[in-house]
């Protein structure tokens, strides 16, 4: 049984940095992609980054130049480090790894992915 537990949120002021990390059990990850993604309260569960396995990368336009999402294919954690935390990145942040291999399927797809983490708090403070 595939298992992915999120670490290392908190909480920060604005302008700070704060590095999730991923872990997985259960099955290799190194040829799915992997996701991140966040809730806010009030809100849907919105794509942040993700990464292939050939370690290509993609990220949501708000976080772009911000957050950088990595990954060893050899080990474990995957990381999502995210510096000049603003206030609006306030949320539950989820990492995801892939179940659906069709490119048709956007890598930001919630449905792109059949197994999440339990989710970590993220708080920014201003």
């Known amino acids: 049984q595939v298992q992915l537990v999120e670490s290392r949120g908190g909480q920060v002021q604005a302008g700070g940095s704060l590095r999730l990390s991923c872990a997985v059990s259960g099955r290799s990850f190194s040829v799915y992609a992997m996701g991140w993604f966040r809730q806010a309260p009030g809100k849907g569960r919105e794509f942040v980054a993700a990464t292939r396995s050939s370690r290509s990368t993609y990220y949501a336009d708000s976080v772009k130049g911000r957050f950088t999402v990595s990954r060893d294919n050899a080990s474990n954690p995957v990381y999502l480090q995210m510096n000049s935390l603003k206030p609006e990145d306030t949320a539950v942040y989820y990492c995801?790894?892939?179940?659906?291999?069709?490119?048709?399927?956007?890598?930001?797809?919630?449905?792109?992915?059949?197994?999440w983490g339990q989710g970590i708090q993220v708080t920014v403070s201003s």
């Open positions: 995801a790894i892939e179940g659906d291999y069709r490119p048709v399927v956007p890598i930001s797809a919630t449905r792109k992915y059949n197994t």
